[in-house]
């Protein structure tokens, strides 16, 4: 899949270092799990997340279905279409990683004195 999206390689020395290319960084496991919680649009997503630039959740919603992570769904009413974003069923092994990690953060964050909004 190396071909289609310019982060991923066709050879890695670590499987997480793959991992960090599909979905490291600042925002794409954010925006997977508002996905996962039902935020599938962009105006969901860009309300979910308001501290990511409209340019950036854009960029990062192309990375993730340029991987193939998420599927994009167009449907064409007469003027506007709209857009829903999904887990791949492909990889949708992916989903209790994405739980796994908000239980991880929760717990250390309870263990640790440290708040968190959600």
């Keep these: 899949m190396g071909n289609n999206n310019s982060k991923i390689k066709n050879h890695y020395d670590c499987s997480l270092i793959l991992c960090h290319d599909l979905i490291g960084g600042k925002w ?3 925006i997977l799990w508002h996905i996962l919680k039902g935020d599938n649009r962009f105006s969901l997503l860009k309300k979910g997340i ?3 630039t409209q340019k950036v959740l854009f960029s990062q919603l192309r990375e993730l279905e340029n991987s193939g992570i998420l599927t994009r769904t167009v449907i064409k009413n007469e003027p506007p279409k709209e857009v829903y974003y999904s887990i791949n069923v492909q990889y ?3 989903i209790p990683i994405i739980e ?3 239980e991880f ?8 004195g440290i708040v968190i909004d959600d």
Excluded: G, H, T
């Design 28 to 30: 794409k496991q954010r």
């Design 50 to 52: 308001p501290d990511i």
């Design 92 to 94: 949708s092994s992916l």
């Design 100 to 102: 796994s990690l908000c």
């Design 105 to 112: 953060s929760k717990d250390y964050a309870e263990k640790n």
